[in-house]
């Protein structure tokens, strides 16, 4: 069983930065697709970025240019960089990894508020 467990989430100014972490439990993390999603109250989770074992990289229209995913196999964390964040990026940010097999994990979350 693998755990995900995410952190940085915090209140943020409009224009600010934040850096999310996620820690994965586990020897093989290196071979897991990971992607970073959000949930804000009241709508759907959305994905927000993703990155492969061969750190080929996917964004949402709404973050490409600001925010930034990237991974650390020795580590074993997976991280999403965020700039310029908007009120609207402000959300809880769910880490989830995906097995080659499509078993797949999510850890429970991090908050972010982008307010003045």
């Known amino acids: 069983q693998v755990q995900l467990v995410e952190s940085g989430g915090d209140l943020v100014q409009p224009g600010g930065s934040l850096k999310l972490a996620c820690a994965a439990t586990?020897?093989?993390?290196?071979?897991?697709?990971m992607s970073w999603y959000r949930q804000a109250p009241g709508k759907q989770r959305e994905l927000v970025a993703a990155?492969?074992?061969?750190?080929?990289?996917n964004y949402a229209e709404f973050v490409k240019g600001r925010f930034a995913i990237s991974r650390d196999n020795a580590k074993n964390t997976v991280y999403l960089q965020m700039n310029s964040l908007k009120p609207e990026d402000t959300a809880v940010y769910y880490c989830?990894?995906?097995?080659?097999?499509?078993?797949?994990?999510w850890g429970r979350g991090t908050q972010v508020t982008v307010s003045s």
């Open positions: 586990g020897s093989i993390f290196s071979i897991y697709d």
């Open positions: 989830n990894g995906k097995t080659p097999w499509a078993v797949t994990f």
């Open positions: 990155i492969t074992p061969g750190g080929s990289t």
